[in-house]
């Protein structure tokens, strides 16, 4: 791990119709990761977006372990 690492844990992910994942940004806390994540989420494009922390196994949107 670097201090970038330590200081940004928080990810938000979005998930597109394909099933592509990519990072959107990463956050020093889960509430600000999960605030962006709900407001991107209210736009009402069909993407999913979620938070995980980094070092986590990834899950899938409905809670679910890959």
């Not at 928080?10 to 709900?38: F, K, P, S």
């Not at 980094?54 to 899938?60: D, F, L, N």
Request: charged letters at 25%; glycine letters at 10%.
């Amino acid at each position: 791990m670097n201090e970038s690492t330590i200081s940004l844990p928080w990810l938000v992910i979005r998930q597109d119709d394909n099933g592509n994942r990519y990072r959107v940004g990463r956050y020093a806390t889960r509430a600000e990761a999960q605030r962006i994540a709900d407001g991107l989420d209210a736009t009402g494009h069909k993407q999913l977006y979620w938070v995980e922390r980094i070092g986590q196994h990834a899950q899938s949107a409905d809670g679910t372990r890959n």
